[in-house]
Structures are given as C-alpha cells and as structure tokens.
C-alpha cells in the first residue's frame, strides 16, 4: 500500500469514475484500476461497488476513504513543513484553478503577495472544472483550489469568498441593449451560448432556470470559459448568461458590449477548497487570506453593480 494508491483511491472515490481519474491525471485506466486492486489485495475486503454509470465505495471503502481523505490532509502539511526545514527556504503554495481565474480574481492579490513574501514560491496549476479541481486537490500535493463552490464532497473543505450576481451579455446594437435589467422570463427567448457542460456554474445556472420554469430552447453555441461567451455575444453570435466577474471594466456608453443585470436568478458562489484547513501551511493560509481580502475590496468597489464589460 502506497500514499499514490491512497490518493488515487481518494480521487476515484469522490469522482465516481474510473476513467475519469484517469483521464485527470493523464494516466491509463488500467494504470488506475491497479492502485486500487493493490489496496484491495492488502485489506481483503472489496473497495468499490461497479455499476453502469460508474463506482462507488462499498461500507469497507467508506471507512478506508475517510481515514486517507483526513490522513493525508495532515501527512501532506507535515511533508511540506518538512522540506522547508531542510531546504531553509521560505516554502511554496500550490494553487489548482481554471484558465482566466488568477486575472479575474487573483491578480492584486499575486502582486500584494509576492511583495510582502518575496522568498515563497507560488504554482499555479491549471484544470477544466471544479470537479477536476477536487480531484487535483486530493491526488497531488496542493495546497488550495479555487473553485465554484458546489454541494459538499467528502473531505474537501470549502470556504465561499464572493458572490457573483448574474448578468446577460449582449450587444450594443442588441434590441436589449437599452433596458437596465431583465426578468428570469425574459431569457426563454434568447439565443443561449451555452457554459461548459460539465462546469459547476453551468449547474447552478440549469437548476436556477429550471427552478423558475425558464427553458431556454435556442442554444447553438457553446464555450469553454466565460471570457469566450463574453467574446462571442460582443460579435454577435448570441447571448451570454454569465456571473460578473471583478476584474470586467466599463469602458464606456459607446463600448461594445452591455451587461444586463439579472437580479432574480441567485448568485454564484465562488471561493476556495482545501482538504483541511487546519493542515494548510502558514504561506498558504496567507496567501488564501490575501485573495479573500482583495476580493472582497474590489467587490465593494463595484458595489454600483455591472453596467458593461
């Protein structure tokens, strides 16, 4: 039994997917299955339960998943201070987060930061969703993920920063573009892009549509990231439903695009993950700490709410 085949057990766990751990940390699936043979060899108990959509733990594998989940938590702080008495260094944070994240939500903070603690080391490690996060988080030695936050999942700890308020983006020359905000029932006639698929903002926007009984039935364009709904609605390929982020600017009456609010739709919540906050490093919880702050005066900066991007 290793500590790669505890946190390959953890990842599988938690994501319910084989092949979908696999595919996160860029190995095979038999390479996957494995770890998690060997772990089932050494206990003699069966870990997971397969089904078509899919594995779960059996009670044995609950039982194992909570002490590694909470094991390594510690077991990773330890390695970590460790290093830095035997290396004399100031130590490093190891932040996994989606493509445009640090620009949108870190990007004072990496500056105020790197000032104040010129000697640690800062990584950035880029993935597709929050899912992906989770699974980075509990698979490799990180320290924090910056995430969507979602339903609560089995030792990841999450801590909201922000709330992000809704809004349509559209064109200047949009019929729309005049009015000063919109009504959940308005948008079932809009020509959607569409967010990720399998993105947690995409999730939370679906359940707050459905809870409403909007369905929005012209959708022919979909995109990897906000920034790119944001880019395609200014040309004119269709509407953007997407959260205000802070870092958008107003350029001014004459810009080319318009962000209408849409205050009735609840706002997205976005912050950090962590397996353990007590475990977390003292860099790290700095630096966590910093983006919070950041965030939270340039949300009050904004506070007018969103006119334009």
């Given at each position: 039994m290793t500590l790669d085949d505890l946190r390959v057990f953890v990842a599988v766990c938690r994501t319910g997917s084989l092949s979908a751990v696999a595919r996160d940390l860029g190995r095979t699936q038999p390479a996957v299955s494995q770890h998690v043979r060997r772990l089932?060899?050494?206990t003699g108990v069966a870990l997971l339960e397969r089904h078509?959509?899919?594995?779960?733990?059996?009670?044995?594998g609950r039982i194992l998943l909570a002490a590694a989940a909470d094991g390594m938590a510690g077991l990773d702080g330890a390695l970590r201070r460790l290093d830095d008495l035997v290396h004399g260094d100031a130590g490093s944070v190891r932040v996994t987060t989606g493509a445009t994240t640090v620009r949108h939500f870190m990007s004072e903070a990496v500056v105020t930061f790197r000032r104040r603690h010129p000697d640690v080391s800062l990584e950035f490690q880029t993935e597709n969703s929050s899912r992906s996060c989770f699974t980075a988080l509990a698979a490799d030695d990180l320290d924090l993920a910056w995430i969507t936050i979602s339903d609560p999942v089995r030792g990841i700890e999450q801590r909201p920063v922000m709330h992000l308020p809704w809004v349509l983006a559209v064109g200047a020359d949009d019929p729309l573009a005049a009015r000063s905000r919109l009504e959940p029932a308005e948008l079932s006639?809009?020509?959607?892009?569409r967010l990720p698929e399998n993105s947690a903002s995409r999730a939370h926007l679906d359940a707050a549509l459905a809870a409403r009984g909007v369905r929005i039935s012209r959708s022919d364009t979909s995109v990897a990231d906000w920034d790119t709904a944001l880019l395609l609605a200014e040309l004119g390929l269709g509407h953007a439903l997407v959260p205000a982020l802070p870092g958008w600017r107003v350029p001014g009456s004459d810009g080319p695009l318009r962000l209408l609010p849409v205050p009735a739709l609840p706002p997205l919540a976005v912050g950090w993950?962590?397996?353990r906050w007590s475990a977390l490093t003292p860099p790290a919880r700095l630096f966590a700490d910093e983006v919070a702050r950041s965030c939270t005066a340039r949300a009050a900066g904004h506070a007018e709410g969103p006119r334009e991007a």
């Open positions: 089932e060899k050494e078509a959509r899919g594995v779960v733990p059996t009670e044995a006639g809009i020509r959607h892009i993950a962590v397996r």
